[in-house]
């Protein structure tokens, strides 16, 4: 009896484990995201990859948001790229400044965040680069962590972001845009259990105050 026992417990907790796994691939896109969370129209959300170039390898967080806005794709850039409201819909930045370049597709932007403890505060140096992938309705800018000691030297105490990601913005409708954010940043050593609620409770408040400032005031 005891033994059937142990028996019918072991393969009930194999069959809760796998129907489990099975929920959670289902979760999963075709690129491996899960949703972790949720608010109207914006959804976030994650996957675990390596990170690119580390040795030994490391597995770092990618966060995907998908979310739209009533504008168009031109004024969802022109935000971007606006150093004077940034703060406007990402509170967190105490620090920013944008370096136009030469070439009108690319630039540099220097961030410095505030970051809530127990994280340190962080800055990052990154350089864009815009694509138009078809004129007038679907814009794809990218982004990198890129080195330069001139406008950004390392500051005592300040964690330097590795970060990669892009923007993708479409025009789907008049003055309907659908934007797909994506960012992998490298890993600093605190546990997911501290990261995970500021990382996510940010990106929602980052996006909702981004599309805030994209819709349509009404008229008083």
Same mark, same amino acid.
């Given at each position: 009896m005891h033994?059937?026992?142990?028996?019918?417990?072991f393969?009930?907790?194999?069959?809760?484990?796998?129907?489990?796994?099975?929920?959670q691939?289902?979760? $999963?896109?075709? =690129?491996?995201?899960t949703?972790?969370k949720k608010?109207? *129209? &914006?959804?976030?959300?994650?996957r675990w %990859?390596t990170y690119?170039?580390?040795?030994?390898?490391? $597995?770092a967080? =990618?966060?995907?948001?998908?979310?739209?806005?009533?504008? *168009? &794709?031109f004024?969802g850039?022109h935000? %971007?790229?606006?150093?004077?409201?940034?703060?406007?819909?990402q509170s967190?930045?105490?620090?920013?400044?944008v370096y136009?370049?030469p070439?009108?597709a690319?630039?540099?932007?220097?961030s410095?965040?505030d970051?809530?403890?127990?994280?340190?505060?962080q800055d990052?140096?990154l350089?864009?680069k815009?694509?138009?992938l078809?004129?007038?309705?679907?814009l794809?800018?990218t982004?990198n962590?890129?080195?330069?000691?001139?406008?950004?030297?390392?500051?005592?105490?300040?964690t330097?972001?590795?970060?990669?990601?892009s923007?993708t913005?479409?025009?789907?409708?008049?003055?309907h845009v659908k934007v797909i954010y994506r960012?992998?940043?490298?890993p600093?050593?605190?546990p997911?259990?501290l990261?995970?609620?500021?990382?996510?409770?940010?990106?929602?408040?980052?996006i909702e105050e981004?599309?805030?400032?994209?819709e349509?005031?009404?008229?008083?």
């Amino acid at each position: 009896m005891h033994n059937s026992f142990t028996v019918g417990f072991f393969l009930a907790a194999c069959f809760a484990l796998s129907f489990n796994l099975a929920a959670q691939d289902k979760d $999963k896109d075709k =690129e491996g995201f899960t949703v972790v969370k949720k608010d109207g *129209t &914006i959804t976030i959300y994650e996957r675990w %990859i390596t990170y690119p170039g580390s040795e030994p390898p490391i $597995k770092a967080r =990618e966060v995907k948001g998908e979310f739209f806005f009533h504008n *168009t &794709i031109f004024a969802g850039l022109h935000l %971007i790229q606006d150093e004077k409201k940034i703060k406007d819909w990402q509170s967190h930045v105490s620090e920013f400044k944008v370096y136009p370049q030469p070439d009108t597709a690319t630039w540099l932007e220097y961030s410095y965040h505030d970051i809530p403890w127990p994280v340190s505060d962080q800055d990052h140096f990154l350089e864009y680069k815009l694509t138009e992938l078809i004129p007038g309705r679907k814009l794809f800018v990218t982004f990198n962590s890129k080195p330069n000691e001139t406008l950004a030297p390392k500051r005592d105490g300040v964690t330097r972001m590795q970060l990669s990601g892009s923007w993708t913005l479409e025009q789907i409708g008049p003055n309907h845009v659908k934007v797909i954010y994506r960012i992998l940043s490298k890993p600093i050593g605190i546990p997911k259990f501290l990261t995970d609620p500021i990382i996510r409770s940010n990106i929602m408040t980052t996006i909702e105050e981004y599309v805030a400032l994209l819709e349509p005031q009404p008229k008083k």
